[in-house]
């Protein structure tokens, strides 16, 4: 990804050994910014800090979570789904406010429907971003965007087809390049 144009990675704590994960590509991976995912609780949260991650990602809003990264400095993004969790997340303190799962319910347009009462709110929508809907999502007023399986696609991992990763990272960067320049 990195090679690709996209030096931002997060390691889902559902990727079997995940924090040595985290911990092997702080050290030998030190232009990459490595975060944690899928993180459910402070417990889980400090795990990963001491682990080196940069920044947390959380599928839902845990309170707790919040205030252990506000305290710590850390960058904080919060899930959330409805208006009321949205302004939760961003009174607690969150950085970003992901929306997930954005694409079951509305995509675009969905992210377009939460600014209007949130223009502040960096939102960032997870679960159906690929290439074809990233630049919708951007126009929509995403502040960035999460991407998943569309960019590691698992095939070409196990088959250890790196230029099939590179490739679609730069298709991104390229796709989101544009988009900004028309937002």
Same mark, same amino acid.
Request: glycine fraction near 10%; charged fraction near 20%.
């Given at each position: 990804?990195?090679?690709?144009?996209?030096?931002?990675?997060?390691?889902?704590?559902?990727?079997?050994?995940?924090?040595?994960?985290? $911990?092997?590509? =702080?050290?030998?991976?030190?232009? +990459? @910014? =490595?975060?944690?995912?899928?993180?459910? !609780?402070?417990?889980?949260?400090?795990?990963?800090?001491?682990?080196? $991650?940069?920044?947390?990602?959380?599928?839902?809003?845990? @309170?707790?979570?919040?205030?252990?990264?506000?305290?710590?400095?850390?960058?904080?993004?919060?899930?959330?789904?409805?208006?009321?969790? +949205?302004?939760?997340?961003?009174?607690?303190?969150? !950085?970003?406010?992901?929306?997930?799962?954005?694409?079951?319910?509305?995509?675009?347009?969905?992210?377009? $429907?939460?600014?209007?009462?949130?223009?502040? =709110?960096?939102?960032?929508?997870?679960?159906?971003?690929? +290439?074809?809907?990233?630049?919708?999502?951007?126009?929509?007023?995403? $502040?960035?965007?999460?991407?998943?399986?569309?960019?590691?696609?698992?095939?070409?991992?196990?088959?250890?087809?790196?230029?099939?990763?590179?490739?679609?990272?730069?298709?991104? =960067?390229?796709?989101?390049?544009?988009?900004?320049?028309?937002?």
């Amino acid at each position: 990804m990195a090679r690709g144009g996209i030096p931002i990675v997060e390691i889902t704590m559902t990727v079997p050994g995940a924090l040595q994960v985290i $911990a092997d590509l =702080v050290r030998d991976l030190p232009d +990459v @910014l =490595v975060g944690a995912g899928t993180v459910l !609780d402070a417990g889980m949260a400090r795990h990963c800090l001491e682990a080196g $991650a940069a920044f947390l990602v959380s599928p839902g809003l845990d @309170l707790e979570t919040v205030e252990l990264a506000t305290k710590r400095k850390i960058v904080m993004m919060a899930g959330a789904l409805t208006p009321t969790e +949205v302004m939760s997340a961003w009174k607690a303190g969150a !950085d970003f406010v992901k929306i997930f799962p954005c694409a079951q319910v509305g995509g675009p347009a969905y992210i377009k $429907a939460l600014k209007g009462p949130f223009p502040q =709110v960096p939102l960032v929508p997870t679960g159906g971003v690929s +290439v074809e809907t990233a630049a919708d999502f951007l126009y929509a007023g995403a $502040a960035a965007l999460g991407v998943g399986g569309e960019l590691l696609k698992k095939d070409a991992l196990q088959a250890r087809r790196d230029e099939v990763v590179v490739d679609l990272a730069r298709r991104f =960067v390229q796709v989101v390049q544009e988009a900004r320049k028309r937002t």
